[in-house]
């Protein structure tokens, strides 16, 4: 694969997937950091970009964009002709499987809160307690399923392993507390230490 640009910020979850996705395909690529925070994904010439004004932003070499960083993860390793895409039809789809419920009750809850909380600046009081309740809902799901299987990937790390940890690893931020699962903070070090990245510290970024 050529070179690409990624659209991202070192603060996103979603935008770090698909860094460490590259990065562990070995597919060399442009980091345009992008701060949404200054409002940098609603500019005219981003929407112009993206029309739905949000980061990660895959540009191919060609000039076609991706977007939705679970997809870009998904073609990124299938273009690289990766082992990260099971071949078998089931085992694809209990894979897809994770991302899915990644980006529907993981994300919209973890990383919602976390911005909200730390990016936002609102109080507990001011925050939906959905929130926290999914939250906790989704870590204890994963520290059951982390409990007789090494990685959500199979029996060795794979693109859940990578879209999962993004916001886990981030979660104190959110107000929830990682310590209460223990195989979720043993997995967080070994998805860590397989992708080669210092663990998170709210001083890191
Ligand atoms: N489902 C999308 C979510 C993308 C998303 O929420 N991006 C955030 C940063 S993590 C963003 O760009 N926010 C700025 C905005 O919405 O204005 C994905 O996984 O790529």
Not at 77 to 93: C, N, R, V, W
Not at 117 to 129: M, Q, Y
Request: proline share 4%; hydrophobic share 40%.
């Amino acid at each position: 694969m050529q070179r690409i640009k990624i659209y991202g910020s070192g603060i996103s979850g979603n935008c770090l997937k698909v860094k460490w996705t590259a990065d562990l395909l070995g597919i060399s690529y442009d980091w345009i950091e992008t701060d949404i925070l200054k409002g940098e994904t609603r500019t005219e010439a981003f929407l112009a970009l993206s029309p739905a004004g949000q980061i990660p932003v895959v540009v191919l070499d060609d000039g076609r964009v991706l977007e939705q960083s679970c997809a870009i993860m998904l073609y990124l390793a299938e273009q690289a002709g990766s082992d990260l895409i099971p071949t078998d039809a089931y085992e694809k789809a209990k894979m897809t499987g994770w991302l899915f419920w990644e980006q529907n009750f993981h994300e919209s809850s973890i990383a919602v809160r976390r911005f909200r909380k730390r990016f936002a600046g609102l109080s507990d009081e001011e925050l939906d307690p959905s929130l926290l309740s999914r939250g906790n809902t989704s870590l204890q799901l994963m520290e059951d399923h982390l409990t007789d299987h090494p990685f959500f990937g199979g029996s060795k790390l794979g693109l859940p392993d990578i879209a999962l940890v993004a916001y886990t690893r981030m979660a104190g931020d959110g107000g929830y507390t990682l310590n209460d699962y223990p195989h979720v903070v043993k997995w967080i070090a070994s998805v860590q230490a397989a992708l080669g990245i210092p663990p998170y510290s709210e001083e890191s970024i």
